[in-house]
């Protein structure tokens, strides 16, 4: 298991908190919940190794799409990139419909 | 009316399917995501824990009706029930009782979605199926507890004996249930025994269309929402139930009747649980001698060696005053010419079970009308529930179920149970003969051991090699087969010095004789007749079941 942490500028303020998915056998469970200040801080936990350079490239893209000023949780079971993609981008229009 | 494509449940995960069965905009959920128990032991196994723990449970209405779903996400570790998942699924049923008893109705909806313990929390898997296997049993005196198993996993392992103990229960084709799943069967007894490959064959075995056809659930609905709801309607609109735990007599019977020297179709199966009936004698082979066994050392000095009353030559069971009280012993033996040849060295097979909850249920019967409810005590040393094709085709869930409620019901009813650990206490035999007592005596013995599966399958099972899983064990103790670290989840009333199993001295019987006299004054004392002792000892508020504890707390105040 791998914890990763990263922290980005954002000013988008969430609407909800929003849960989807689960930690099932490749997919991952995102936690979206509305905080204060200026950055949204997303802490990951995924069972595979030796990814962090994939996550951070996923995160990063996932953050300069949306900008959304969250604190992000992330229980990783080996969902691929693509599907990590699809699970933030769910997460973050439901987070965004109040 | 626009005509809309089936919602299946089969297909949803958790709390959709709780959400799905509720009424619009009625359910809300407790302990949810935000609130984050998640599972303290699986980080330090290197395992990402999920923010619900796998269990949803939602409070709402079904057709104006107050509800609780309990469901479970068998997409999470299979469904296993570890010590936070297990105690949100007993504590909802807890309050739920409380609510009952104070005369406000609610009705638990279990959806199944399990194989089993979470083998990674192991005992807490054990510890929470009997807790919430006493609160089904109590509840159901009051409401219906309808229990689901829509599939893909279905419910197994001690979770089917919970399945089992519900007063109706509607699966999908898609459904299985049985206790032990056929890789674990496959594993423990051998492919000649079951092949857990082919797959159509497990499916006509344990699948919800053979569970049907045998009488052994009551509902097969096809994978659509409102076909549910309309079978938990019709279940609370109309509680005659089939009771089936309380047919040892039909059981016994039929099992009897059975010749085991080929394998038995699950066609012919069906046939035969279909047309249960009770025969009046039933007359068991008892020349295969007696192998020793420390259960059988133990019942026969404990009841000064008396004759066993029952008719199954594998369960002794005897009355034997002392002080004035009067006390059931009651022990499962080996015997080698065993016809279910799985359950020949002491295993609880169907035979075993079904013949345990006779006797208890006749004891109850018997002081029904009187005061002084006799003391029970089951004398444990059972190396795990019987591994076979036959068990699982014929229910062994059930049987297990059966014994499971009738030492739950005893206890509730004001017998005294004291349980008495001499030897192996592992997995559905224990649950089923032992958990529910209101103490657990144990020898501090290296030969005692409490566990939930042998290392060779839970290996299997979770992926990992046994020599990953004894590493492990060490700082994880609920996954530890010694006594001790047992005892350290606080369920143990008293860990017994200085016993010799085997052959114990005068002194040490009178020790023994003292000690299940001492519980017994004990749980006398109060008139608390459940098992919340269990998370009340030092060891558990300490540290054994702190999560449990918060866990209860969490649902008390989110309850209203």
Same mark, same amino acid.
Request: aromatic letters at 6%; hydrophobic letters at 35%.
């Given at each position: 298991?791998?914890?990763?942490?990263?922290?980005?500028?954002?000013n988008r303020p969430i609407q909800r908190k929003t849960h989807v998915g689960v930690v099932g056998s490749g997919d991952l469970e995102i936690l979206l919940e509305p905080t204060k200040g200026e950055e949204t801080v997303v802490e990951i936990r995924t069972g595979i190794t030796g990814y962090s350079d994939t996550w951070k490239r996923v995160i990063e893209r996932f953050m300069a799409q949306q900008q959304i000023l969250a604190s992000i949780t992330i229980n990783d079971f080996g969902a691929t990139p693509g599907v990590v993609s699809i699970r933030l981008a769910q997460a973050a229009e439901v987070s965004m419909n109040g | 009316m626009v005509s809309t494509l089936p919602v299946s449940?089969?297909?949803?995960?958790?709390?959709?399917?709780?959400?799905?069965?509720?009424?619009?905009?009625?359910?809300?959920?407790?302990?949810?995501?935000? /609130?984050?128990?998640?599972?303290?032991?699986?980080?330090?196994?290197?395992?990402?824990?999920?923010? /619900?723990?796998?269990?949803?449970?939602?409070?709402?209405?079904?057709?104006?009706?107050?509800?609780?779903?309990?469901?479970?996400?068998?997409? #999470?570790?299979?469904?296993?029930?570890?010590?936070?998942?297990?105690?949100?699924?007993?504590?909802?049923?807890?309050?739920?009782?409380?609510?009952?008893?104070?005369?406000?109705?609610?009705?638990?909806?279990?959806?199944?979605?399990?194989?089993?313990?979470?083998?990674?929390?192991?005992?807490?898997?054990?510890? =929470?199926?009997?807790?919430?296997?006493?609160?089904?049993?109590?509840?159901?005196?009051?409401?219906?507890?309808?229990?689901?198993?829509?599939?893909?996993?279905?419910?197994?392992?001690?979770?089917?004996?919970?399945?089992?103990?519900?007063? $109706?229960?509607?699966?999908?084709?898609?459904?299985?249930?049985?206790?032990?799943?056929?890789?674990?069967?496959?594993?423990?007894?051998?492919?000649?025994?079951?092949?857990?490959?082919?797959?159509?064959?497990?499916?006509?075995?344990?699948?919800?269309?053979?569970?049907?056809?045998?009488?052994?659930?009551?509902?097969?609905?096809?994978? /659509?929402?409102?076909?549910?709801?309309?079978?938990?309607?019709?279940?609370?609109?109309?509680?005659?139930? $089939?009771?089936?735990?309380?047919?040892?007599?039909?059981?016994?019977?039929?099992?009897?009747?059975?010749?085991?020297?080929?394998?038995?179709?699950?066609?012919?199966?069906?046939?035969?649980?279909?047309?249960?009936?009770?025969? *009046?004698?039933?007359?068991?082979?008892?020349?295969?001698?007696?192998?020793?066994?420390?259960?059988?050392?133990? #019942?026969?000095?404990?009841?000064?060696?008396?004759?066993?009353?029952?008719?199954?030559?594998?369960?002794?069971?005897?009355?034997?005053?002392?002080?004035?009280?009067? #006390?059931?012993?009651?022990?499962?033996?080996? /015997?080698?010419?065993?016809?279910?040849?799985?359950?020949?060295?002491?295993?609880?097979?169907?035979?075993?079970?079904?013949?345990?909850?006779?006797?208890?249920?006749?004891?109850?019967?018997?002081? $029904?009308?009187?005061k002084e409810k006799r003391v029970i005590v089951p004398i444990v040393d059972v190396p795990g529930q019987a591994f076979g094709y036959h068990e699982e085709l014929f229910g062994i869930y059930l049987a297990c179920s059966a014994s499971v409620e009738a030492y739950a019901t005893a206890r509730q009813q004001g017998h005294p149970i004291v349980t008495l650990v001499v030897g192996k206490a592992i997995s559905g035999a224990f649950l089923s003969h032992g958990m529910q007592g209101n103490r657990i005596l144990a020898f501090d013995d290296d030969q005692v051991q409490v566990h939930v599966m042998s290392k060779k399958s839970a290996a299997l099972v979770t992926m990992r090699t046994v020599?990953?899983?004894?590493? #492990?064990?060490?700082?994880?103790?609920?996954?530890?087969?010694?006594?001790?670290?047992?005892?350290?989840?606080?369920?143990?009333?008293?860990?017994?010095?200085?016993? *010799?199993?085997?052959?114990?001295?005068?002194?040490?019987?009178?020790?023994?004789?003292?000690?299940?006299? =001492?519980?017994?004054?004990?749980?006398?004392?109060?008139?608390?007749?459940?098992?919340?002792?269990?998370?009340?000892?030092?060891?558990?508020?300490?540290?054994?079941?702190?999560?449990?504890?918060?866990?209860?707390?969490?649902?008390?105040?989110?309850?209203?």
């Open positions: 298991m791998e914890k990763l942490t990263y922290t980005f500028p954002a | 449940l089969v297909e949803s995960k958790a709390r959709e399917r709780a959400q799905a069965i509720l009424d619009e905009g009625s359910a809300r959920e407790l302990l949810g995501p935000f /609130d984050r128990f998640e599972s303290p032991h699986l980080e330090a196994q290197n395992i990402v824990p999920q923010s /619900d723990d796998g269990m949803v449970i939602m409070k709402g209405t079904i057709h104006g009706r107050p509800t609780l779903i309990i469901s479970i996400e068998g997409n #999470f570790q299979g469904g296993g029930i570890g010590e936070v998942s297990g105690a949100k699924f007993a504590g909802a049923l807890e309050k739920a009782l409380e609510d009952c008893q104070n005369g406000n109705l609610i009705y638990p909806v279990i959806i199944y979605d399990t194989g089993g313990v979470r083998l990674q929390e192991a005992n807490y898997g054990l510890l =929470s199926i009997a807790e919430i296997s006493s609160a089904i049993v109590a509840l159901k005196e009051y409401v219906p507890v309808v229990g689901i198993i829509p599939g893909k996993i279905g419910s197994f392992g001690g979770m089917s004996l919970t399945a089992g103990l519900c007063s $109706a229960l509607v699966m999908t084709r898609e459904g299985r249930l049985g206790m032990n799943g056929p890789e674990v069967v496959e594993q423990e007894a051998g492919i000649q025994e079951l092949n857990s490959k082919n797959k159509q064959f497990i499916w006509e075995m344990i699948g919800g269309k053979g569970r049907l056809k045998s009488g052994l659930v009551d509902r097969v609905v096809e994978d /659509d929402v409102p076909n549910y709801i309309e079978a938990i309607e019709s279940v609370w609109s109309n509680p005659t139930f $089939a009771n089936r735990t309380l047919q040892y007599e039909e059981f016994l019977s039929m099992l009897h009747e059975l010749s085991l020297d080929g394998k038995i179709d699950p066609s012919v199966s069906r046939t035969l649980l279909q047309n249960r009936t009770k025969v *009046n004698e039933i007359k068991y082979d008892t020349s295969n001698g007696k192998t020793a066994s420390r259960g059988r050392t133990w #019942f026969n000095v404990l009841t000064d060696h008396a004759p066993s009353i029952s008719q199954a030559p594998t369960v002794l069971v005897a009355d034997k005053e002392q002080d004035g009280k009067k #006390f059931r012993y009651i022990a499962v033996v080996p /015997d080698e010419g065993n016809k279910f040849y799985r359950a020949r060295h002491g295993e609880f097979g169907l035979v075993e079970a079904w013949t345990v909850a006779k006797y208890v249920r006749e004891a109850v019967e018997e002081d $029904a009308g009187s020599e990953e899983l004894e590493e #492990f064990a060490k700082t994880v103790p609920s996954m530890a087969y010694d006594v001790h670290s047992f005892k350290s989840l606080g369920a143990i009333h008293e860990l017994l010095q200085g016993i *010799n199993a085997d052959l114990p001295s005068n002194e040490q019987l009178q020790q023994v004789k003292e000690s299940i006299q =001492s519980a017994t004054n004990d749980i006398l004392q109060t008139t608390d007749r459940s098992l919340r002792i269990r998370l009340q000892s030092p060891e558990a508020i300490e540290k054994g079941r702190k999560a449990s504890i918060a866990v209860r707390n969490a649902i008390n105040s989110q309850w209203k």
